[in-house]
């Protein structure tokens, strides 16, 4: 991974230290027939392939595999009134962790430790919006990185497609993108992109990272359980 990129992920990590333990009435947790199920002891396990890159100091000896679980666990977590339900992260390589899934209204998204550095807010999905609608968030609470203003841009890019995820086979399946772009003076400018694919009542089947138009990070879902 590169050494910017880790700089990058350092900074997105910076201000969501003020979360809480739930101080409101969370709302109910979406269902298992939904994009992003929220439903108690649900849970997702996916195969995880880390990339070295060309410009890497410290190249990594092939592909680095991992193995992630994330079982919602009935807790929630409160990020400035964004009201989230708990997912206990399982690595092999990184050890136990947790995600914060939530929905606002209709728009769909997680919390997530990008490691080994960053909690990140990933708005993946408006679940009534049409192919082509964007729309823009902060990946981190004060929209700067390193002093500069950070942007997302979030675009559902395919709706009900057929994707194939190793031996299986996911019908009604959306397809979004969340681009991140930096302004250091001359404009915003590409920083990381991600490809997020969901099953209808299963969740993520699949996100692909890209750090400056580099393939760096590939999730790919083995089996589930929804509940």
């Given at each position: 991974?590169?050494?910017?990129?880790?700089?990058?992920?350092?900074?997105?990590s910076?201000g969501?230290?003020?979360?809480?333990?739930?101080?409101?009435?969370?709302?109910?947790?979406?269902q298992?027939?939904?994009?992003?199920?929220?439903?108690?002891?649900?849970?997702?396990?996916?195969?995880d392939s880390?990339?070295?890159?060309?410009?890497?100091?410290a190249?990594?000896?092939?592909?680095?595999?991992?193995?992630?679980?994330?079982t919602?666990?009935?807790?929630?977590?409160?990020?400035?009134?964004?009201?989230?339900?708990?997912?206990?992260?399982?690595s092999?390589?990184?050890?136990p962790?947790?995600?914060y899934?939530?929905?606002?209204?209709?728009?769909?998204?997680?919390?997530?430790?990008?490691?080994?550095?960053?909690?990140?807010?990933?708005?993946?999905?408006?679940?009534?919006?049409s192919?082509?609608?964007?729309?823009?968030?902060a990946?981190?609470?004060?929209?700067?990185?390193?002093?500069?203003?950070?942007k997302?841009?979030?675009?559902?890019?395919?709706?009900?497609?057929?994707?194939?995820?190793?031996?299986?086979?996911?019908?009604?399946?959306?397809?979004?993108?969340?681009?991140?772009?930096v302004?250091?003076?001359?404009?915003?400018?590409?920083?990381?992109?991600?490809?997020?694919?969901?099953?209808?009542?299963?969740?993520?089947?699949?996100?692909?990272?890209?750090?400056y138009?580099?393939?760096?990070?590939?999730?790919?879902?083995?089996?589930?359980?929804?509940?």
């Amino acid at each position: 991974m590169k050494k910017h990129l880790l700089v990058i992920l350092a900074f997105l990590s910076i201000g969501y230290t003020g979360c809480k333990d739930n101080a409101y009435t969370p709302p109910p947790p979406l269902q298992a027939d939904s994009y992003l199920p929220e439903t108690f002891g649900s849970n997702w396990r996916y195969r995880d392939s880390i990339y070295s890159e060309p410009t890497d100091t410290a190249t990594l000896a092939g592909v680095k595999i991992d193995t992630l679980t994330f079982t919602i666990n009935g807790g929630t977590t409160d990020f400035n009134a964004t009201i989230c339900y708990n997912a206990a992260i399982s690595s092999i390589q990184n050890g136990p962790g947790t995600a914060y899934f939530f929905a606002k209204k209709h728009t769909l998204g997680l919390f997530e430790q990008v490691t080994p550095f960053g909690l990140t807010d990933f708005e993946i999905l408006v679940d009534t919006a049409s192919v082509g609608y964007s729309w823009v968030n902060a990946p981190t609470q004060n929209t700067l990185l390193n002093g500069n203003p950070i942007k997302s841009i979030n675009t559902i890019v395919e709706k009900n497609i057929v994707k194939k995820v190793g031996l299986q086979t996911f019908t009604d399946v959306i397809h979004t993108s969340v681009n991140f772009q930096v302004n250091k003076g001359t404009g915003f400018h590409n920083v990381a992109y991600y490809d997020f694919y969901m099953a209808k009542g299963i969740g993520v089947i699949e996100k692909d990272a890209y750090v400056y138009g580099n393939l760096n990070e590939t999730e790919t879902i083995i089996d589930y359980n929804i509940k």
